[in-house]
């Protein structure tokens, strides 16, 4: 965030064009049910492509969460959990 880097956080919220107020409610409000899904799901996507040594895809990870553990998902959110994680990954160098 702009405002943990020394940034006054009016400075802040004046040039993205939101409230003070409005960052602080952000602030301060709990994850959503769907932010704390997410995280879950994340940390089962990790366990089961770690489970495979690495082997598994998307479709491999979700037919293991949905057919081997009984959780409901689907799969695009398997998909984009997958994709969003790999973002965050450092890249390797040729």
């Given at each position: 965030m702009i405002a943990n880097e020394g940034l006054p956080v009016e400075v802040a919220c004046r040039v993205l064009d939101v409230s003070s107020a409005g960052?602080?409610?952000?602030?301060?409000?709990?994850?959503s049910a769907r932010a704390v899904?997410?995280?879950?799901?994340t940390d089962l996507i990790r366990e089961v492509h770690a489970a495979s040594y690495g082997s598994y895809g998307?479709?491999?990870v979700h037919a293991e969460l949905v057919l081997g553990r009984g959780i409901r998902v689907g799969h695009n959110a398997v998909a984009m959990l997958i994709a969003a994680?790999?973002?965050r990954r450092p890249q390797r160098r040729p």
């Open positions: 960052y602080y409610a952000w602030r301060c409000r709990p994850l899904r997410h995280a879950r799901l998307a479709k491999g994680r790999r973002d």
